[in-house]
């Protein structure tokens, strides 16, 4: 199991303790029905694990078709709450297992953090425009990746990716005005305008390229 897939797995470790905990909070409140009164926490949970699972298996898979329907029918009893659990404790089996259809945004993460390693590296010696180029390389590879992960076309150029991801609702305007500053730098150094950038803005594109990469596999 690579780091990410390490990462991944004790977020949702985390996950099933969490829902098992939330689980054991639903009270009869002298309405008849039982159900979990603490919205806020079990509002935080749900939203923790439609990332995870949307970010580790996407969303084409079963893990994310099996979840989708809990997520909509509102959950707030004990046993919504420990159904989706059992997607987690599945989920968690078939990644420690390396029984993913869709692990191809865990291993391509590994490939794109050295080469964001290289332009780091590079960008350290006074070099700012390959480094530009390669951390451009990665926002785009990553774009394609959602892109595919979204049911969007993927052949196509970066800035319609980023538009076509933005329409669709997968991040809000100010990701994609951030994402669009990134493959300006990158598209600068490629057609030789060095000028319009400096080597601390490469340096602040790469740092915010890996957390873009990051995002929902932080515990």
Sequence with gaps: MNSRQARAAQRIRSLIEEGE?????ERNYGDGIQYIREKAPLCAWLVKVENIVRMTFGTGGAHYGHLAPLLKSNPEHAYQVLSIVGILTGALDDLEGGFLRGQEHLIAGEIL???LEEARLLNGAGFKDPAAILARVVVEDELRRLSREADL?????????NDALREKGQYPKPRWRMIQTWLDIGNAAAHGQFDE????DVD???SDVERFLAEGLQP
Excluded at 153 to 161: S, W
Excluded at 197 to 200: A, D, F, P, S, V
């Design 21 to 25: 905990g939330l689980a054991q909070l």
């Design 153 to 161: 076309p993927d052949k196509t150029k970066a800035t319609a990716l």
């Design 197 to 200: 950038y400096k080597g601390e």
């Design 204 to 206: 602040r594109m790469i």
């Design 113 to 115: 953090d050295s080469v």
